[in-house]
C-alpha cells in the first residue's frame, strides 16, 4: 500500500483530495465548521467589494485563516475574460495569491462554462505567473488545450453549478484522466457524498464541492461524509477493482461440497 | 473660516463626497478598513499598497476596495 498520497497542486502537497467552497452558508460559524469536519486544506473564495456602510459585518478572514488554510481565489460570477483577469489580479493583490481557480461561465442558466473565453484567460493568467486551475466542460478535446496554454489542473464539472445531478458523463472524464498527468478535479454538480466516491473511481485526483455540503439539512453531517467518501473512493481506485462478469462466479470453493 | 472643497468620488459603486487633497491611505483609514485585507482599484487600476498615502483622489475617480467573501 502507497503510504504517502498527497494531491499534488502546482508543486505544493496537500493531504486532503477534498476541497470545498465557502458559499450558500447560513453563517460563518457553520461555514468554519463545515470545512473543519470536512478535512479541507483548500476552500474557494469570492472577491467581492468591502461593505462600507456595514463594517460589523464577520470577515471570511476571521472565520477561516488563511496560514492554515490555502485560499482558492475563484472567478465565480464572471461571464468574460476581462472580468476573470481583474477579480484575479486583485485576488493577488490581496495577499500575493497565486493559485487561482477560473470560472468563466457562459450562460446565466446552466451556469456552463465559455470554453473560448475560459482558454485565452487560462493563457493570459499562465504568462502572467498564475497558477491556474481551470473549470471547464467535460470535453477532452478542450481540456487539452487547456493543458497546453498551461493550466495546473483541469477542473471538469459533474454537472451544472449547484444542480446535484452527480457525474453525467463516465465516458468523458475517463478519456480525460487517461490524457492528462495534471491534477483532475471534478469541479460542480456533485450531490451526495457516493458521486464524490465515483469521481474518484474513475481516477480523478480530487473533487471540489459547495452546495452539496453547505445546502445538506446538516452540513456537518454532510462535510464528514464527503470526507469519507473521498478517501474511500480513492483507496478503491488505488486497489485496482475486479473485472466485470455477466454471470455469477461463487465465493466459496466448489471442493469438499457435502 | 477657510471653507473646506469637497469632490464628488464613487466609492464601490456608490457616490459620496469626500474632502478635496483626500490620499487614498486617509480615505481607507478614515473608513477603518483593514489593509492587509483588501485590494483596491483606482479607475480600474490596481494600486500598490505602499504608494497608497502618495496618492491624491480627484473628483469623480472611481476607487473600488475588495476582499475575500465565502463563494464557490
Same mark, same amino acid.
Given at each position: 500500500m502507497?503510504?504517502?498520497d498527497?494531491?499534488?497542486?502546482?508543486?505544493?502537497?496537500?493531504?486532503s483530495?477534498l476541497i470545498?467552497?465557502?458559499g450558500?452558508?447560513k453563517?460563518?460559524?457553520?461555514c468554519?465548521?463545515a470545512?473543519?469536519l470536512?478535512g479541507a486544506e483548500?476552500? &474557494?473564495?469570492a472577491v467581492r467589494r468591502v461593505?462600507i456602510v456595514?463594517?460589523?459585518k464577520?470577515? $471570511?478572514?476571521?472565520? @477561516?485563516?488563511p496560514?492554515k488554510?490555502?485560499?482558492?481565489?475563484? &472567478?465565480?460570477?464572471?461571464?468574460?475574460?476581462e472580468e476573470?483577469?481583474?477579480?484575479l489580479?486583485?485576488?493577488r493583490e490581496?495577499g500575493?495569491?497565486? $493559485?487561482?481557480?477560473l470560472e468563466? $461561465?457562459?450562460?446565466?442558466k446552466?451556469?456552463y462554462?465559455d470554453?473560448?473565453?475560459?482558454?485565452?484567460s &487560462?493563457e493570459? $493568467?499562465?504568462k502572467?505567473?498564475?497558477k491556474?486551475?481551470?473549470?471547464c466542460?467535460?470535453d477532452?478535446?478542450m481540456?487539452?488545450?487547456?493543458?497546453?496554454?498551461?493550466a495546473?489542473?483541469?477542473?471538469?464539472?459533474?454537472?451544472?453549478?449547484g444542480?446535484g445531478l452527480?457525474?453525467?458523463?463516465? &465516458?468523458?472524464?475517463k478519456i @480525460?484522466?487517461d490524457?492528462t498527468k495534471?491534477?483532475?478535479i471534478?469541479?460542480?454538480?456533485?450531490g451526495?457524498a457516493?458521486?464524490?466516491?465515483?469521481?474518484?473511481e474513475l481516477?480523478?485526483d480530487?473533487?471540489?464541492v459547495?452546495?452539496a455540503?453547505a445546502?445538506?439539512?446538516?452540513p456537518?453531517q454532510?462535510a464528514l461524509?464527503?470526507?469519507n467518501s473521498?478517501?474511500?473512493g480513492?483507496q478503491?481506485?488505488l486497489?485496482?477493482?475486479?473485472?466485470?462478469?455477466?454471470?455469477?462466479?461463487?465465493?466459496?470453493p466448489k471442493?469438499g461440497?457435502? | 473660516?477657510?471653507?473646506i472643497?469637497?469632490?464628488?468620488?464613487?466609492? +464601490?459603486?456608490?457616490?459620496?463626497k469626500?474632502?478635496?487633497k483626500?490620499?487614498?491611505?486617509?480615505l481607507?483609514?478614515?473608513l477603518?478598513?483593514?489593509?492587509?485585507?483588501?485590494?483596491i482599484?483606482? +479607475?480600474?487600476?490596481i494600486?500598490n499598497?505602499?504608494?497608497?498615502?502618495?496618492i491624491?483622489?480627484?473628483? +469623480?475617480n472611481k476607487?473600488?476596495i475588495?476582499h475575500?467573501?465565502?463563494?464557490?
Amino acid at each position: 500500500m502507497k503510504k504517502v498520497d498527497n494531491l499534488i497542486i502546482a508543486k505544493k502537497k496537500f493531504k486532503s483530495r477534498l476541497i470545498v467552497g465557502t458559499g450558500k452558508y447560513k453563517n460563518m460559524s457553520e461555514c468554519a465548521k463545515a470545512i473543519k469536519l470536512s478535512g479541507a486544506e483548500i476552500v &474557494t473564495v469570492a472577491v467581492r467589494r468591502v461593505n462600507i456602510v456595514d463594517k460589523m459585518k464577520p470577515l $471570511l478572514m476571521d472565520y @477561516i485563516d488563511p496560514k492554515k488554510i490555502t485560499y482558492l481565489p475563484n &472567478t465565480a460570477g464572471c461571464f468574460n475574460s476581462e472580468e476573470a483577469l481583474r477579480t484575479l489580479r486583485l485576488a493577488r493583490e490581496i495577499g500575493g495569491w497565486k $493559485l487561482v481557480k477560473l470560472e468563466v $461561465l457562459g450562460d446565466k442558466k446552466t451556469l456552463y462554462p465559455d470554453m473560448i473565453e475560459t482558454l485565452k484567460s &487560462t493563457e493570459i $493568467l499562465s504568462k502572467e505567473g498564475f497558477k491556474v486551475m481551470v473549470y471547464c466542460t467535460d470535453d477532452p478535446l478542450m481540456a487539452k488545450r487547456l493543458e497546453n496554454v498551461g493550466a495546473c489542473a483541469i477542473m471538469p464539472l459533474a454537472a451544472p453549478i449547484g444542480s446535484g445531478l452527480g457525474i453525467q458523463n463516465y &465516458t468523458n472524464i475517463k478519456i @480525460i484522466r487517461d490524457q492528462t498527468k495534471l491534477p483532475l478535479i471534478i469541479d460542480a454538480g456533485l450531490g451526495q457524498a457516493s458521486d464524490a466516491t465515483i469521481a474518484m473511481e474513475l481516477g480523478c485526483d480530487g473533487v471540489l464541492v459547495n452546495t452539496a455540503i453547505a445546502k445538506a439539512k446538516n452540513p456537518f453531517q454532510m462535510a464528514l461524509a464527503f470526507k469519507n467518501s473521498v478517501v474511500a473512493g480513492r483507496q478503491s481506485y488505488l486497489s485496482g477493482r475486479i473485472r466485470k462478469f455477466l454471470f455469477g462466479t461463487s465465493s466459496s470453493p466448489k471442493e469438499g461440497i457435502i | 473660516m477657510k471653507k473646506i472643497n469637497k469632490i464628488k468620488i464613487k466609492l +464601490n459603486g456608490k457616490f459620496i463626497k469626500i474632502k478635496d487633497k483626500t490620499t487614498l491611505l486617509s480615505l481607507i483609514k478614515k473608513l477603518k478598513v483593514p489593509i492587509k485585507k483588501v485590494a483596491i482599484e483606482l +479607475n480600474q487600476t490596481i494600486v500598490n499598497k505602499k504608494s497608497l498615502g502618495k496618492i491624491k483622489i480627484k473628483k +469623480n475617480n472611481k476607487i473600488e476596495i475588495v476582499h475575500f467573501i465565502g463563494g464557490g
